[in-house]
Each structure stands twice: as C-alpha cells, then as structure tokens.
C-alpha cells in the first residue's frame, strides 16, 4: 500500500494488480484493493479482531466511539470513503496512516494520539474546516495543528483558508515544536492582522513553513496613534500567558521583551525561535494602495529564554532567533521586510516588488505621522538587522543574503519623511558581525542601504538604481552609506546609479574603518552639481580601493577644490597602509584654472610620513593624480591638433601652466607641409627649439623626452616656428605630458 502526495516515502506492499487509484480533483492516492476492509456500520471498536493489522480500513459510515480510547493495530491506514469518527481518541502505533477521499470533515471530538507514519500530513477541513477563503477557520486551523502537534504530523493546506487573526492580543496562532505547514495547488492562507502577529514563534524549534502564499487583507489607518492606548499592554498580556503555559517563564511585576509597538504588527514574530525554514514563500498584499500592505512581514526578537523568573527586566538570561533559512521567497506588497536581532540566518533568492511607507490611501500620515514631529512606524526597509538594544550581549551574526531581487515598485505618495528617515532597502547597523552578501540588486528610489559596525564580511555583486532627486533638498542620502565603522570588510563588483536628472550627492558614500577592500566600485550619474569633497575614502588604515570609476555625464558644479578621494583630518595625518586607484569619466573642463577645477585628492598631508599611495585617473581630462606617502605628483597630458596657416609661427591654445615642467613632447605630424618647410617647437622667441628641433615634414611622429626638473613660477605658451611661411599646408597634433610636484 503506497499514499503518495499526502505523504511520501511509504512503499508498496503489493503489487499494482492488487491496488485501486482513487482520483481526487488534486491528488492521486493509491490503495491495495486486496488488503481493503470496510468496517462495518455496527463495528465493536472496543474489539477490533487480530487480523485487522496491515490493512486499509474503509470508513463508510459515521461512528461514535463514547469517549473510548482506539489503539490502531499495526501497518492499519484509515481510509474515509464517506464516513467519520467522532467522540474519542485514536492513538497510531507509529505505522498508522490516514487517508481521505473527501474533502470534508471526518473528525468530530476526535483526539490523535501516539504516533503516525513520518510523513503523515493532516488537513484541516478533517477536523471541520470549511476553506472557502472567506469563512473564519482560525480555530480550526489551531485545532488542526495541535492535533499534528500530538502525533508529530504535518499540516497541509491545498485550498484557500481564511484565518480571522485581526484581534488584538487574542487571536494570534502560537507555532510549537516540530510545526510543519505545507501548501499544495498554490493554496493562499488569507490573514487580517494588524495590531498584533499573525503568527508567533516564541522559543520554539524545528518549524518548516513551505509551498504557501499568505495573501493579507485588511486596511490600516496610518494616523492611529496606538501609543495611547492600551494595545501593547494587551499584546504584552497575551505573549505573557503564552510564556508561563508553555516554557516555564514566570513574571513577577515584570513583561516579556518589549521591543516596540511596530514589532506587533507583524506576520510572523520570531521570539527566541531556532532552527526554522521558510522555503517557497509568497507573502501578498491583496490591495492595491499602501494602506492595504503588510506593516511587517518577519520580526527577529530577542526573548527571555525559558524556566527562570523575571524580577527585572533588565536581568535575565535571554536569546534570539538562530538557524534561520528563507529559501525562494516573494514579498508584493510591504511596508517593513525582515528586522531585528537573529544569528545564523541565511536567505537564498528573495524577491521583492511593491513597498512602500506607511500611509493613507491619500498619502496622509507618512510614516504613521500623529503630529508633534512624531512618526509611529519606523522607516521601512527589505531587510534591516541590528543589535535592536539587546538586554544581553545579542548581535547578528553569521548574516548570508544571495540572490536577492528588490524590484522596488514604490506605491503611494511621492512625498518622504524627511529628517525622520527613508526606506532603503538593506540596513545592516549597530553591530553585525561575519557578513556575506552577494547578488543582491535594488532599485528602489530610496537607495540600496546602510551599512555599519559590521566586522568580517563580503558583498559582492551589488547593484543599485535609485534617484536621489526624492529627498528634501537640504536632506539628501546616498544610495550606499556608511553610518559605522567597517572591519576586515570586501566590497566587490558593485554599480550605484543615480537616476536623477541633477545629482547634488555622491550616490555613494565615504567609509570609516580597517582592513576594507573595494574593488570594482563603479558609480553612475547623468549631472553633477555638487559641493561634496569626494566619496572614494575609508577613514583609517589598511584599507584598499582599486579598480573604481565614477562615470559623470555632465559636471556642471563651480564649486572650488572639489574631487572624488576623501579622508577626514585623522586619517591624513596618520593613516598608513592605504592604497587607492581610482579613475573618473567625465569630470569637468579646468584649462582656466587646474588648481581650483582638477580632480582634487585630500588623502594624506605632509606630516603624514607612513606607506600610503592614492592615484586618480582623469580620462576626460588626461590628468593624473598620484600621491606616495606625503608626495604628490600630478602628470597632465595636454593635446592639440593644428592646421597650420599662414606666417613663420603659430601659437597653440594649450599652454605650460605654472609650476608644471615637461616630461615628454610628441609631435605627429598628420599632413605634410609645404615643401621646404622645417618646424619646431618652442616656449618663446628666444626660445624657439626648447621643446623640439624639428618635426617630420611628411606623415610620421616625433617623440622627445624633455625631463625638466625645475618648474616655471609662470604659465608658458607654446608655439610652431617655421623658417619659411606655412603655406596654409599640414596639420600637426602636438601632446605633452606635463608634471606638477609637492608635498601635500
């Protein structure tokens, strides 16, 4: 006899000949015909005959066991066919199975007991539910998992089911132990939750929730201010009775971890929860405005940990969520992702589509706004992980997020909170600790994240779009920033871009930190007008930069002395061991004013004596900045293509700035001049071969290396000397490579 789908892993007894398929409109169940009993309508179930182990029971009838107690014989499968048991307890000796061909009810006052096959799945319309998707199964649905609770079985929802779960601090469903939800023919648990969690995970361990859509329907109002009412208390209240019932936690005078109001709105609120798998998830909004999203959709929760009293709710052993995986998982239609306090959390290909902060219908009380400069929810994100003020010394750690996709489909008002805070997608603040990210792409409008206080990790293969043009002009944030220090920390392969049609900021962020890579940084903008001092900067020693460009369509700013590497005044003076490499496209014209307009570096000053070296590639400009230890060199290569005219010389636009000296000329001479024509090169009329003797007279090049090694105090013109008239013939290309040196 073999059940396959309902449950997996049973193997045939008989040969097919002897077997019967039952077709349901969902699942194929396979029975052995020959081993099939039915059990009659006058059964004596306080006398159930030897002979009756290893064998399908055919329940056709409906019966009533009066409060007695069956012990099922081995290899028995109960097969309802149409009938029912109610009013007693049916106890599995670990090789019992249940099977129905309906999808109808058939246990009524019926308990489980004892153990059933590994892999038994129960339904809940078996215990009364009705799975229409608007009826309230909620206390069937309860029942249904104590039941599987008591016989370790597994629950499995393969219709719509509507769990009325909207009041507060009475109808959230608490998970225990060894919970297994499963979902089939993409089967929606509707939910309604708005002031407290849907679901609760209150130290407990070994949960599976897979192949499941929790669709969300219900409204909230962003102008109520529950911080006036008695709602925490009556969520507290609700989480406490949980607690003292079931994991030996007594309250004196005390309440469990609170750790804000907002956290009660969530789906599923993790307390203390190890070793849970979320695996085929969809997590759906069912309106269309923001006021119809999910507040939360997962909390992380430190929680005191079982059996000890609670005088202080500053002392006492405490724990968090551990052994977390999320796998192929889908949020359309949040406020709040994933946040809080949890170690040993990995999630694999999440993606993410409509967010948003919280809001009316008509974009009124962004943010939960209640007046009096004051937001009730806090800035919303994908994924925002911290120490969430931890009682004990918790943190985040071993943190690995892959393959993750934020679509970022903003819905609501084109407003922002301002200084209040914007809703980024990843946050990874306070202290996190071995970090791996990679593959994680947003495109929210808000930006990709925050990052501080993070020791040990790498991302890698990031991508963001975002468009600073959003914020309050006088509040602007970058789409990468840094608000903590970093340690031993790889950044790699990772494009910001800024959408906006003005950038006023960097997208990206300068760093403070040791012992930090980035590699392959590469940062896009279509205008630049800012005053920023440069981004291209981690604060400290032993950090490196290499491989990174920021790409400028236009560079529209005047102000002075700007530029893309940056250190604080600490690290110039006394940071050792950086080395930057770093390339710009884009940046603007400074032929006028090379001091005031060129690439500027502000790395390391002249006391600063220690192994440092920085490099910024102009390409636009061809000019190079280069800086080792407290030297600095700046190499400008300066073209001009003439076509020459007439007269004995002509001077060139281009010139020798003061305190440059000449490395290198080369002349290239593109079409050939008039026949007896020489030229050359000079700086005056005294000095009308200093550069070079004479250039070819037909197509070729003539390179020379001047070496000049002490610089002009003024700026000197270059000029064409001929000894015959030009003759309107030939066209000349000259290049020189110029350089300035100095101590910063």
């Not at 043009?469 to 840094?482: A, C, K």
């Not at 291209?536 to 020693?541: E, H, L, N, P, Q």
Request: charged share 20%.
């Amino acid at each position: 006899m073999a059940v396959f789908l309902l449950f997996s892993g049973v193997s045939c007894k008989k040969d097919t000949e002897f077997s019967e398929t039952v077709l349901l409109p969902e699942e194929e169940v396979i029975i052995d015909v020959e081993n099939t009993i039915v059990i009659p309508e006058n059964f004596d179930w306080s006398n159930i005959p030897a002979d009756y182990k290893d064998a399908v029971w055919d329940i056709q009838f409906d019966f009533d066991l009066n409060a007695a107690t069956i012990v099922l014989p081995e290899g028995v499968t109960l097969y309802f066919t149409g009938g029912s048991l109610s009013n007693g307890t049916v106890t599995g000796d670990g090789t019992s199975t249940i099977v129905s061909k309906t999808k109808y009810q058939v246990f009524e006052g019926i308990d489980l007991a004892g153990t059933f096959v590994e892999e038994q799945y129960l339904m809940p319309y078996w215990f009364g539910a009705v799975m229409n998707g608007i009826t309230d199964d909620r206390d069937v649905f309860v029942e249904t998992l104590a039941q599987a609770h008591a016989v370790t079985a597994r629950v499995m929802v393969d219709k719509d089911i509507f769990l009325d779960v909207e009041q507060i601090g009475t109808k959230s469903i608490f998970l225990e132990d060894n919970t297994w939800i499963e979902g089939k023919n993409d089967a929606n648990i509707i939910i309604n939750n708005l002031l407290s969690p849907a679901f609760y995970m209150a130290l407990v361990k070994d949960i599976t929730v897979k192949n499941l859509i929790f669709l969300y329907d219900n409204t909230y109002d962003a102008g109520y201010d529950w911080s006036s009412t008695s709602d925490n208390n009556i969520n507290q209240v609700q989480l406490e009775k949980y607690l003292s019932s079931n994991h030996g936690l007594v309250f004196n005078s005390t309440n469990p971890v609170f750790k804000g109001a907002s956290a009660f709105h969530t789906v599923f609120s993790l307390e203390g929860a190890e070793n849970v798998l979320l695996e085929n998830i969809s997590f759906l909004a069912k309106g269309l405005t923001a006021n119809t999203f999910m507040q939360f959709v997962i909390k992380f929760k430190e929680q005191y940990s079982e059996n000890q009293i609670i005088v202080d709710e500053a002392i006492g052993d405490t724990r968090i969520p551990s052994n977390i995986n999320l796998i192929n998982i889908k949020m359309d239609g949040i406020l709040m992702g994933i946040q809080g306090n949890v170690k040993n959390f990995n999630v694999d290909n999440l993606s993410s589509y409509r967010y948003s902060d919280m809001q009316n219908a008509d974009g009124s009380n962004l943010g939960g706004y209640v007046g009096n400069d004051t937001y009730r929810f806090p800035p919303p994100h994908l994924f925002y992980l911290n120490t969430d003020s931890a009682k004990n010394d918790l943190y985040p750690d071993n943190i690995r997020l892959t393959n993750i996709t934020d679509y970022g489909e903003y819905v609501g008002t084109a407003a922002t909170r301002g200084a209040s805070g914007y809703c980024h997608s990843l946050k990874l603040i306070g202290r996190v600790e071995n970090v791996y990210v990679e593959n994680y792409s947003s495109y929210r409008r808000d930006g990709f994240g925050d990052l501080g206080n993070i020791n040990n990790a790498v991302f890698k293969n990031l991508f963001s779009e975002y468009n600073s043009e959003i914020f309050d002009p006088n509040l602007r944030f970058n789409s990468l920033r840094f608000v903590g220090p970093l340690q031993n920390t790889v950044m790699e392969n990772i494009t910001i871009i800024d959408n906006s049609e003005i950038a006023q900021i960097y997208p990206m962020d300068f760093a403070t930190g040791d012992d930090v890579i980035w590699d392959n940084i590469q940062v896009f903008v279509k205008e630049l007008n800012t005053n920023d001092t440069g981004f291209f900067g981690i604060f400290g020693s032993n950090n490196t930069i290499v491989n990174s460009t920021l790409n400028i369509e236009k560079h529209s700013s005047t102000e002075t002395y700007r530029g893309i590497i940056f250190h604080d005044n600490e690290t110039m003076e006394n940071g050792s061991n950086n080395h930057y490499e770093v390339t710009v496209n884009g940046w603007r014209n400074f032929e006028s004013n090379i001091s005031e307009g060129s690439c500027r570096m502000l790395f390391a000053n002249s006391n600063n004596t220690n192994e440092n070296y920085a490099k910024v590639i102009d390409k636009t400009n061809n000019f190079i900045a280069e800086q080792n230890r407290e030297v600095l060199k700046e190499t400008w290569i300066r073209t001009e293509i003439l076509d020459l005219g007439t007269g004995m010389s002509q001077k060139l636009s281009i010139n020798i700035p003061a305190g440059f000296m000449v490395k290198t000329i080369t002349a290239k001479t593109m079409e050939s001049l008039s026949t007896g024509v020489n030229i050359t090169i000079g700086t005056s009329i005294s000095k009308q071969e200093d550069l070079i003797s004479s250039i070819s007279k037909i197509n070729g090049t003539i390179f020379r290396e001047v070496g000049e090694i002490i610089p002009e105090m003024g700026n000197r013109s270059i000029y064409l000397y001929s000894n015959a008239d030009f003759n309107n013939r030939g066209k000349v290309e000259v290049s020189l490579e110029l350089e300035r040196g100095s101590q910063y």
